[in-house]
């Protein structure tokens, strides 16, 4: 029991710092804006090229929400962004292949969204 | 700003009950030494989460979603072990006080020391990630409007008004009744739990069957209402459940339930209602 809360820490620790991805696609022009609100979902852009994606999800609603990225048969979660209460905005960043998906905003966090198309043009990464 | 404070209720209600259930009993057993162990755990958990939130949000690096949902979804199964051990860790101090001797209670809590820190950390790091990039994200949102994190701040300090009301109810039962409220409600918080975690996994794509519901009652009890985030709060009870996660809840309450039952049970069985045993609750004050 001695060593399990250091060895806990430190795998997670390496796991952490193995799972993050770049932040930086934040200062590109590419991040796509979502706005989402009690009966709508608007993508500032339906299309982005291939690889680190970044969503900026604001919620303009007065209920809480959710974002999904959804592969084409739009049940695989590609990416998920939750507890976006009124006011916030959260990002989200997918590593996104060539394709088509959907995006959905979940005012109130139930049923499956409102949901709209989006497509991954391939960019060569 | 009540959607916020909600968010912030709902993430905070089900570490604060496990740890003003871990209180009351360390203090009504008489350990109040061991509380240090618990809150050291809690403010572990508390300062990496907060760390790790706003390096993720205003640091160069964030976090993919798998790996959010990866690292939720294995710490809600390990916490889920834990609070199981902690039922069953005071389901056999409850046995031992059937003799009343409340002297042999070291026994079973000389093992306690170290796990309680981890028991105390995990309870309250499980979703600790998640609700620190929540508050960060209403921090940053103060350019606008701090009515956010106004709200989601109040929503955690409710949570944790609750706890320690629970832990003030709890202190106050007689020691058999406590162990049977507290054990048994513990079971259906670790079992939530456990649904909980199968559920992060199988939105991360690690484990199958995200889209086949074994029931969606979201209309009747709505995740933004009160009442659903009381629910989803304490025993995260999901209106929209995987067959995975009933299958898991299952298979985890009744063996958990029935073995936590039998271990607490009055042991002379074949007298239950007869004039001198219909107190068995209260086995302490039974001691001359």
């Known amino acids: 029991m001695r060593h399990l809360l250091p060895s806990l820490a430190l795998a997670g620790l390496l796991f952490v710092v193995a799972a993050c991805t770049e932040n930086d696609t934040k200062s590109e022009a590419g991040a796509v804006k979502v706005s989402s609100t009690d009966d709508a979902c608007e993508l500032s852009s339906a299309e982005a090229p291939s690889g680190n994606v970044l969503f900026e999800v604001t919620n303009d609603g007065s209920q809480a929400t959710e974002f999904y990225v959804l592969a084409e048969d739009g049940k695989r979660i590609v990416g998920e962004v939750e507890n976006i209460g009124p006011g916030l905005s959260r990002n989200l960043v997918i590593q996104a292949e060539p394709g088509n998906f959907f995006t959905a905003c979940k005012p109130g966090m139930v049923g499956n969204g409102i949901r709209s198309s989006f497509t991954v043009t391939d960019a060569g990464k | ?288």
């Open chain 2, 1 to 288: 700003m009540f959607a916020n404070f909600l968010i912030g209720l709902r993430e905070g209600l089900e570490a604060s009950l496990v740890v003003g259930i871990l209180v009351a009993y360390l203090v009504k057993t008489d350990r109040r030494e061991l509380l240090a162990k618990v809150w050291i755990g809690v403010g572990l958990a508390v300062s990496v989460s907060l760390a790790a939130g706003a390096l993720l949000t205003f640091g160069p690096r964030g976090l993919s979603f798998e790996a959010q949902e990866a690292i939720g979804g294995v710490l809600s199964i390990v916490a889920v072990g834990f609070v199981t051990w902690m039922i069953f860790w005071m389901a056999r101090t409850s046995r031992q006080l059937k003799g009343a001797l409340e002297g042999r209670m070291d026994t079973a809590i000389v093992a306690g020391g170290g796990s309680l820190v981890v028991l105390a950390a995990l309870a309250v790091g499980r979703e600790g990630l998640e609700t620190a990039l929540f508050l960060w994200a209403a921090a940053k949102a103060t350019d606008n409007s701090s009515q956010p994190l106004i709200g989601g701040a109040l929503g955690l300090a409710v949570a944790v008004a609750l706890g320690i009301l629970i832990y003030r109810g709890a202190v106050r039962m007689d020691l058999g009744k406590f162990f049977r409220w507290t054990g048994g409600l513990l079971v259906f918080v670790a079992a939530g739990v456990l649904a909980y975690g199968i559920h992060d996994l199988q939105e991360a794509g690690i484990l199958p069957g995200i889209a086949n519901k074994a029931f969606d009652v979201s209309s009747t009890i709505p995740p933004d209402s009160w009442y659903g985030t009381l629910l989803k709060g304490t025993f995260n009870f999901s209106a929209t459940t995987t067959w995975l996660q009933l299958v898991a809840w299952v298979a985890y309450v009744v063996p958990v339930l029935t073995l936590f039952i039998l271990t607490v049970r009055p042991k002379k069985a074949a007298t239950p209602r007869t004039a001198t045993s219909q107190n068995p609750s209260t086995p302490a004050h039974a001691a001359p």
